[in-house]
């Protein structure tokens, strides 16, 4: 991927364009960390990257972005710029074309975000991001409240970076945290929603909920209870979310909002139990046993263990059971098919035709 960017970079240098490496995957690459998100930085004006690349295209929602798709990878292509004018604390309405990187990384947000590297593979760091990864520390380039004013996703971001890399936030990005974290109350909840599914679903969650919860952004946030999620042994961001109580604006998905529903209702359940493994199914069971403390094994053991794992499982049909009770359809069949598989289950009835037949016999006929 990185010889594919460099052969991009190549093409720019060729039209007499200076181009560049930059952000996050720069950060990464020195941090030995794999990334699959590269964005190229150029003088090259839109209208210019489109003449060089003929199948390039522009986004309508990312003005002055270009993709470009080289050897089947995307990559997010954009013009030096200066950001005049924001709008809602949240995306530049106004900008301006320049011809050198300096200005252009001095809009960016996070200095370990503003290291560059060339058509060579050489690194260029102006702003001193190589020091803020040997020292573990997140600064914002120029004065945080002002980073934070112009967007406010900004604030969530800090976060994010400091939970997944382990590093510290600076202390007068602290400050600006805990002096504007209002300004989050008026940021898209896709955007909050984005950005808290990582932090949630990162190895190093417990330092980003500390961080969330020192920083008092979780208010912001409208994330009640989340000292539940505290030391919470879960690996699964839906997971969290059930054991939150948060606003109904946040943008979940129908079958998110099943599977929240569904491990509330376990927690109160036993998880080992063969009727709840076999209703709410290995997943849902496994996230709730989690956040009780159960051993996974003993769960995927159990759930194994099951004779039956759905109705298709029964050695029954509902024909079968209307001409054996000569009876025409009706309600009657979902009583008796959910009175035959907790027998089953519970393994109290075996799980052959002869067997069910008998015992819907003496039991319904």
């Known amino acids: ?35 699959n998100d590269i964005d190229i930085t150029t003088n090259a004006t839109p209208k210019e990257i489109k003449e060089i690349f003929q199948d390039s295209c522009l986004p309508n929602e990312d003005y002055g972005s270009v993709v470009v798709v080289m050897k089947g990878i995307h990559f997010d292509i954009t013009t030096f710029r200066k950001e005049i004018q924001y709008e809602n604390n949240r995306r530049p309405i106004e900008i301006e074309y320049i011809n050198d990187l300096y200005p252009d990384l001095l809009r960016r947000d996070f200095v370990i975000n503003t290291i560059c590297m060339d058509e060579n593979g050489d690194i260029i760091d102006y702003l001193g991001g190589q020091d803020d990864l040997h020292n573990h520390i997140i600064r914002t380039v120029g004065d945080a409240k002002s980073r934070f004013a112009e967007d406010s996703l900004r604030m969530l971001r800090a976060i994010r970076f400091a939970t997944i890399l382990n590093f510290q936030l600076s202390d007068d990005l602290i400050d600006a945290i805990k002096e504007e974290k209002y300004l989050l109350k008026e940021l898209s909840y896709f955007r909050k929603k984005e950005e808290l599914d990582k932090i949630f679903n990162c190895s190093n969650r417990d330092y980003g909920v500390k961080l969330l919860i020192d920083l008092e952004v979780y208010q912001e946030l409208e994330l009640y209870n989340i000292h539940k999620i505290v030391n919470c042994e879960v690996d699964s961001s839906i997971a969290i979310w059930a054991l939150l109580d948060v606003s109904e604006k946040y943008p979940f998905q129908k079958n998110e909002l099943e599977i929240m529903k569904q491990i509330k209702k376990v927690l109160n359940s036993n998880n080992l139990d063969p009727m709840v493994l076999y209703q709410y199914g290995l997943y849902v069971n496994s996230c709730a046993g989690r956040i009780k403390g159960i051993d996974l094994k003993d769960i995927n053991e159990a759930y194994s263990n099951l004779v039956i794992h759905s109705r298709d499982d029964i050695s029954i049909d509902s024909k079968t059971i209307m001409e054996l009770l000569n009876r025409k359809p009706g309600k009657y069949i979902k009583e008796i098919y959910g009175d035959v598989e907790r027998e089953i289950l519970y393994k109290r009835l075996p799980n052959k035709l002869e067997d069910i037949k008998n015992y819907i016999k003496k039991h319904y006929e």
């Open 1 to 35: 991927m990185l010889e594919t960017a460099l052969k991009l970079l190549k093409e720019f240098s060729n039209h007499s364009f200076k181009a560049y490496i930059v952000g996050g995957f720069v950060r990464d690459y020195l941090l030995g960390i794999e990334s």
